[in-house]
C-alpha cells in the first residue's frame, strides 16, 4: 500500500502540467484571437476612413468641376458675339457661322426692309476679315461691324437705281488687292435697284478674284438679278414676329404697353421700331390717325384741310431722332476725314443714303398712317356697330392706297382722293 504515493503524486503532477498548460493555451489563442479581431476591426475602419476620404474628395473634384463647366457656360452665354444685333434671324445666323468656316465667292442676302440683313452683313464681314474668325473684340471685328474696315467695300445706289456707273467701280474696286489681309468684302446694299446694270457685274460676281468675296443684299430676286442670284449662296431673313420686336424693345428698356403700340406701328421691321421708341411724339401721332375718320363730313373743305394737317404731321414725324442719329454719322465722318482724308470717305454715298432715309421715313409714317385707319374701321366692323358693308369697303379702300405707294404718288393727291371716299365713322364707333 505505501508504493501507490509516488505515482499519485506524479499523475498529480502531470495532470496539473497538462492543465496549465491548456490554460496557457486558451489564454494565447484567446490573446491572439483578441489581437487579430482589433487588427481587423482596426484595418476595416483605416480601409472605411480612407473609401470615405476618397468619395469626399471626389465628390469636390464633381463639384469644382462642375461649378467650373457653370461658370464657363454662363460667361459663354452671356459674351456679347458678333451677331448680338440681329434679332430673330436664328437661321440665317447659323448659316452664315457655317460659311465662315470655309467663304466662297458670293452671297445674296434676301429678306424685307428691317429684317437685320445688314446688321448680320456686318457682322459676317467682320467674321470673313478677323484673323480668329470673328472674335468680336479685335480692331477687325470693331471696324468692319462699323463698316470702316479698309477690306469692307459698301456700295450703297447713289440715285434711284446702281447705275452703270457705279456697277464699273464695283468691278475696279474689286479687282484691287486687300489692303491690309488677304481678304476683301464688297456689300453691296439695295441689289434689287439694278437694273441696266446687271449684265455687267455678272462676270465679276460670277468669278471675283482670289480673297474678294461678295455680299449682296436685296429685298426680292427681280427677273433681272436671277442670273446673279443663281450665282450666289443664298441667306433668307425673314420678317420679324410682333412678338420678336417687342422682346428686343423691353430689351432696350421700353415699357410693356408702348413697346406692343410701337411693335404694331413698325410691322416687323427692328429699325423702324427702335426709331420710334426715341421718338416721343409718336403716340400723340397715333391718335391724330385714330380720331381722323370721326372729323370726315363727306365735304370737300373738311378734305382739304385734313389734308394739310396730315402734311404738317409728316414733316414733323419722327424726324428729330433721325436728324440726330444722321448728325453723328456727320460727325464720325468728319472725325475719319480729319484723320485719314477726303479719299474714299464715302461722303456722297452717306448723304445720298440720308436722303433716301428721310423719305423712306414720310413713306414709312403714311404707310403707318394708313394701316391705323384701316384698324379703326375693322374695329368698327368686329363690333358690329354702324354701315357693315361702308366699313368694308372703306378697309378695301385704305389697302389700296396702301399699295400705291410703292408707285410714288402725289402725296397730298393720294390723302385727297382717299380721304373723299371713306366714310365718316360716327362718333361712338371711333375707336378709342
Known sequence: MSDGGPVSEDRSA???????????????????????????????????????????????????????????????????????????????????????????????????????????????????????????????????????????????????????????????????????????????????????????????????????????????????LVTIASRCVRIDFRTLRHDEVVEALLADGVDLHQAHEIADAAAGRLDRARLLASDPEFEARRRVWRALPGELDGTGATVARLVDHLGAVLDSAAMAPLEARHAAEVADLAERVERYGERGAGRRQMEERHKRERRRLRTDELRFGLATLQAGYRDALAAGQGDMQAWLAAVDRLHAAAEALVRNPSEALLLQALLLDLPPLPTEVVPA
Open 14 to 224: 502531470a495532470e496539473d502540467r497538462s492543465a496549465n498548460e491548456e490554460s496557457e493555451d486558451r489564454s494565447a489563442a484567446e490573446d491572439r484571437s483578441a489581437n487579430e479581431e482589433s487588427e481587423d476591426r482596426s484595418a476595416a475602419e483605416d480601409r472605411s476612413a480612407d473609401e470615405e476620404s476618397e468619395d469626399r474628395s471626389a465628390a469636390e473634384d464633381r463639384s469644382a468641376n462642375e461649378q467650373s463647366e457653370d461658370r464657363s457656360a454662363a460667361e459663354h452665354r452671356s459674351a456679347p458675339t458678333l451677331y448680338d444685333g440681329v434679332r430673330g434671324q436664328e437661321r440665317a445666323v447659323a448659316q452664315l457661322r457655317a460659311a465662315a468656316r470655309a467663304p466662297v465667292h458670293a452671297y445674296l442676302f434676301v429678306g424685307p426692309p428691317g429684317s437685320g440683313k445688314r446688321s448680320a452683313a456686318h457682322a459676317f464681314a467682320a467674321s470673313l476679315l478677323c484673323p480668329d474668325g470673328g472674335c468680336n473684340a479685335c480692331r477687325a471685328c470693331t471696324l468692319a461691324l462699323a463698316a470702316h474696315h479698309p477690306d469692307l467695300i459698301v456700295v450703297e445706289r447713289t440715285g434711284p437705281f446702281i447705275s452703270v456707273d457705279q456697277a464699273r467701280e464695283i468691278v475696279r474696286q474689286a479687282s484691287l488687292s486687300p489692303v491690309e489681309g488677304g481678304r476683301k468684302v464688297l456689300l453691296l446694299v439695295d441689289f434689287h435697284l439694278v437694273q441696266n446694270a446687271a449684265p455687267m457685274l455678272l462676270k465679276i460676281i460670277e468669278e471675283p478674284p482670289a480673297g474678294t468675296v461678295f455680299v449682296i443684299l436685296t429685298e426680292q430676286v427681280p427677273p433681272e
